[in-house]
């Protein structure tokens, strides 16, 4: 069974940074499209980052130049490095791995907090 465990998540202060982490197990996180999407409350479940298995990023307009998406093959783990955290990147954010155009896998998800 496919497994994603977010981790990182937690309180920032405006302008500041945080790492999240999805370690994947029985999925090569390299030979697929992994991201991470967000979800505020009363909002929709939205796309932050991806990266595709041949290197191919793509990034919501909210978080481009803020955030990198990128992978450690070895760890077999996806990163989001959050720079220049707004209040408004508040949000559950969730690992995604892509394994067929219809096969989705999720994580649990983790709570990242931007204070002002």
């Known amino acids: 069974q496919v497994q994603l465990v977010e981790t990182g998540g937690g309180l920032a202060q405006a302008g500041g940074s945080l790492r999240l982490s999805c370690a994947a197990s029985?999925?090569?996180?390299?030979?697929?499209?992994m991201g991470w999407y967000r979800q505020a409350p009363g909002k929709q479940r939205e796309l932050v980052a991806f990266l595709t298995s041949s290197g191919r990023t793509n990034y919501a307009d909210s978080v481009m130049g803020r955030f990198t998406i990128s992978r450690d093959s070895a760890k077999n783990t996806v990163y989001l490095q959050m720079n220049s955290l707004k209040p408004e990147d508040t949000a559950v954010y969730y690992c995604?791995?892509?394994?067929?155009?219809?096969?989705?896998?999720w994580g649990q998800g983790t709570q990242v907090t931007v204070s002002s």
């Open positions: 995604n791995a892509k394994t067929t155009p219809t096969v989705n896998y």
């Open positions: 029985r999925i090569t996180v390299s030979s697929n499209t």
